[in-house]
């Protein structure tokens, strides 16, 4: 599986309808945690404008979008913006190997 950083963006009018979701969120989230699909996440700090980035296992940018889509946030349009890129880590999460080598090189 490859590795993706989703961002989220919020706006700041819907602090209140997040407030509301904010269990069903935590709830989508640990599952997929707990189903070893989301590596972390956690929100950005409160100097940051209202948002947060997740870590996700994924085969393909389409398969995170679909499930990132299941999200209660999403599905209740207190997202203002997503953005899924994918990952490719050098350092700090698997053994670095020949692929990582080379991401290192070029």
Same mark, same amino acid.
């Given at each position: 599986?490859a ?6 963006a ?19 989230l640990?599952?997929?945690? *707990?189903?070893?699909? #989301?590596?972390?996440?956690? $929100? @950005? ?6 948002? =947060?980035?997740? !870590? ?6 389409? *398969?995170?979008?679909? #499930?990132?889509?299941?999200? $209660? @946030? ?6 203002? =913006?997503?953005? !899924? ?6 350092f700090?999460a698997d ?11 070029n």
């Amino acid at each position: 599986m490859a590795t993706f950083a989703v961002t989220y963006a919020y706006a700041d009018a819907t602090a209140a309808s997040r407030d509301e979701h904010r269990p069903r969120h935590v709830e989508f989230l640990k599952a997929q945690f *707990d189903g070893g699909r #989301l590596v972390r996440s956690g $929100p @950005f700090g409160p100097e940051e404008a209202p948002g =947060a980035l997740l !870590i996700i296992k994924g085969d393909s940018k389409a *398969d995170v979008e679909a #499930l990132m889509n299941q999200d $209660p @946030f999403f599905i209740n349009n207190l997202i203002e =913006a997503r953005n !899924i890129r994918q990952w490719n880590i050098v350092f700090g999460a698997d053994p670095v190997g020949a692929d990582a080598a080379n991401a290192v090189r070029n």
